[in-house]
């Protein structure tokens, strides 16, 4: 491998960069939803636990909101000096949908974040809960946009090619919900709440572990644990789904994430195993006979196209996209397992006295953005070697540009990023571990506590205002 290969240079320029971009966005959207929800419970019952918890958050919103519009900008830089040919080609269907993101969900989210982050006591609670909403439909919004064009460039649709070799629009309906999109929309707004989710539950434990009687530890530590048990099955579901799509558009992507180099009938699912691209097989394979066939043709004897089936030079990186699409389903197991065993510790109401379920969820806490990194390795090197796939190879989209000035820019990033996002997620991090709600009574414990008799009457209030 040439480690001096102008297009190898860019496309670790571009996976650095978009691997930071990409966790803050997935964790801004969901912190929007949370926020409003937040907001809305505080509105309906008058509960201050809400208002606390909606302001504890909204700050660490404010920061990771900032670092994802910061970190995305930089992917417009890029398009124009690494991928010009990309640009050019791809730019009247690209540039339009692109378009629509800014005009309609970032001039909403900026209309409205001032007023959800500095307006509370300015304006009326109704008003300001407005603005809350507005701004968790605009991440929705972003991220349908967002979606379209990252499906369009896996299963591109509608379109026709001119006289220049550009891709232009023929229908815009099909553009924008080709045949992929639906798919990578839910699973990726369901990765997004899933990634909140464990992040406030681990706060939640953190606290929890400190003192078990913190009532807003409580409420966010439940929430999180209501979301991960109530999501994890539907994206487990939603994920299937998006499977069979790849299946049917993207048979060399899924042939790599199987591990599967021969095609065959009755296909195992092969759950562990050392791909080989040179032997062509995957060596000490560990897996459950017919079960892959069922599951991607719902028939025992179904047959699975293997990689031998498609050009050698159209091959993803099998070992990459083999590898992290296990370190994602992985994950996604763990998360389910969090979800059944709150459930029952719940129903045990043993929820907030279990310290090593609490440390579990503490260490789950960066799961959630393991996991979007995992995916996101997963459908993008397996969309390789092509940048649109099946029409635009990525060596054919690359700007004619050198490697020492790819290089220099790509040194630049990685200097300036670990600095500037390593400080905003260190600040994060600080934030979240200071106690939630400053000054907030205890709840009552089960279990007994030596305490002195002062004290004692004032743990009793407050006792079943807590979610369970």
């Known amino acids: 491998m040439d480690f001096l290969d102008a297009t190898l240079l860019a496309r670790i320029q571009f996976a650095f960069t978009i691997a930071f971009h990409i966790i803050f966005p997935a964790f801004s959207i969901g912190l929007a939803s949370y926020l409003a929800v937040l907001e809305g419970l505080h509105l309906k019952t008058g509960r201050q636990v809400y208002l606390r918890l909606f302001k504890y958050w909204m700050k660490v919103f404010a920061v990771v909101f900032g670092m994802g519009v910061v970190s995305g900008i930089v992917m417009s830089y890029q398009f124009g000096t690494n991928w010009s040919v990309f640009s050019d080609r791809t730019g009247p269907i690209l540039g339009p949908l692109m378009g629509y993101e800014v005009l309609t969900a970032f001039f909403l989210e900026a209309g409205f974040l001032g007023v959800m982050l500095f307006g509370m006591g300015r304006v009326g609670p109704r008003l300001h809960y407005m603005a809350t909403l507005m701004v968790a439909i605009g991440t929705l919004i972003s991220a349908f946009w967002i979606l379209s064009v990252n499906s369009w460039m896996h299963t591109p649709a509608g379109f026709s090619v001119n006289e220049a070799g550009q891709y232009v629009p023929e229908n815009w309906f099909e553009v924008v919900f080709n045949p992929s999109f639906p798919y990578r929309l839910v699973h990726m707004v369901l990765a997004a709440y899933l990634t909140t989710a464990f992040a406030v539950g681990a706060a939640g434990a953190y606290h929890l572990l400190r003192d078990k009687r913190n009532a807003a530890a409580r409420v966010m530590f439940s929430m999180a644990l209501w979301m991960a048990a109530l999501v994890t099955p539907l994206q487990i579901a939603a994920g299937d789904l998006h499977g069979l799509n790849t299946f049917e558009y993207q048979p060399a992507k899924i042939a790599a994430m199987e591990g599967h180099f021969a095609t065959q009938r009755g296909a195992p699912l092969i759950l562990f195993g050392v791909p080989d691209t040179e032997a062509g097989e995957t060596k000490l394979a560990l897996e459950i006979p017919r079960l892959g ?141 200071r106690p939630p709600l400053p000054g907030e009574e205890p709840v009552a414990s089960h279990e007994p506590t030596r305490v002195a008799p002062a004290a004692a009457t004032a743990r009793e209030f407050d006792g079943g205002a807590v979610a369970q």
Do not use: C
Request: proline share 5%; no cysteine; aromatic share 14%.
């Open 293 to 433: 066939s069922l599951i991607l043709t719902h028939e025992l004897d179904g047959e699975v196209r293997g990689l031998d089936a498609f050009p050698r030079e159209d091959w993803p990186n099998v070992p990459i996209v083999f590898y992290s699409f296990r370190i994602m389903i992985g994950i996604g197991m763990l998360m389910l397992l969090v979800g059944v065993v709150s459930l029952w510790l719940r129903y045990r109401k043993l929820l907030y006295d279990t310290r090593a379920f609490q440390r579990m969820v503490l260490w789950m806490g960066p799961s959630g953005f393991i996991a979007v990194l995992a995916g996101w390795i997963t459908t993008e090197v397996g969309r390789q070697p092509y940048t649109v796939y099946g029409l635009l190879r990525t060596a054919d989209s690359v700007s004619p540009i050198g490697a020492p000035a790819t290089m220099a820019s790509l040194l630049a990033f990685v200097v300036v990023y670990l600095l500037v996002f390593g400080m905003g997620t260190w600040y994060v991090l600080r934030m979240l571990r």
